[in-house]
């Protein structure tokens, strides 16, 4: 009932509050107070009249102020219209840069045993898995699009058979002497290696597991050297 006399008494207040335009709003609310002013023989309190303006100003997000020294974070590989792009690199300095990568397998009791006596019928797991891996650390440009065609210097995988949980544990490294890092080509090493071991086993079981695929540390370049932090 209140709203009924509300909407009669102020019948030129449907257009401002049906409207969606923000920057009206503080008008609006300044011409209904004179309305209910009118009406009523005085103002609404001070809480009613600034509520909404209070709401419309809550609406806007505090901005966080950047710490002194620290740089903002951004995608290299987003331009400035938010399309992909690939980094230039030419203005860089080359630096020797190294990066080593890790990845696990898990392959169970029964597939574990048969790696470990070389029983698999693929032939021997874990020489294929190095090779894979040596490979597809050569062919990170050509997996991965945005990645600049490098000339690697040293790949290293190697693969140790854990009997603790039954896997097979995966470490990578690459080097190169030039102006962008190796990281991917570390983490692409061990990663084709574990394709490689689920590959090489699938026939004796599927529920193979490849994780933690993660970068362990890197060197060189801008950004200086890195390590995992310990868990």
Known sequence: ??????????????????????????????????????VFGEPPSNHLASSESNNYAAQEPPETPQKEG?????????????????VDVSFKGSSKRTAIASCKVILGKKVYDLVLTNQIAKGDVLSVAKIAGISGAKHTS?????????????????????????????????ASTG???VE???????????????????????????????????TGGKSGNWSRPEE
Request: contains cysteine; charged residues 25%; proline residues 3%.
């Open 70 to 86: 620290e740089s903002a974070i951004h995608l290299t590989h987003v331009g400035s219209t938010g399309k992909a792009q690939m």
């Open 184 to 218: 991917m080509e570390a983490l692409t090493a061990v990663s084709v290696a574990g394709l490689t071991v689920y590959d090489m086993c699938k026939a004796a079981s599927k529920d193979i597991r490849i994780t933690d695929v993660r970068l362990e540390c890197k």
């Open 179 to 181: 102006k962008t890092g």
């Open 1 to 38: 009932m209140f709203l009924r006399r509300l909407a009669v008494a102020f019948p030129h207040s449907r257009r401002f509050l049906s409207s969606n335009s923000s920057h009206d709003l503080p008008s609006a609310i300044m011409e209904l107070n004179k309305e209910m002013e009118s």
């Open 142 to 174: 050509t997996l991965i699009p945005l990645c600049h065609n490098i000339t690697l210097t040293h790949v290293r995988v190697d693969l140790t058979l854990n009997p603790e949980d039954w896997s097979v544990d995966i470490e990578g490294e690459a």
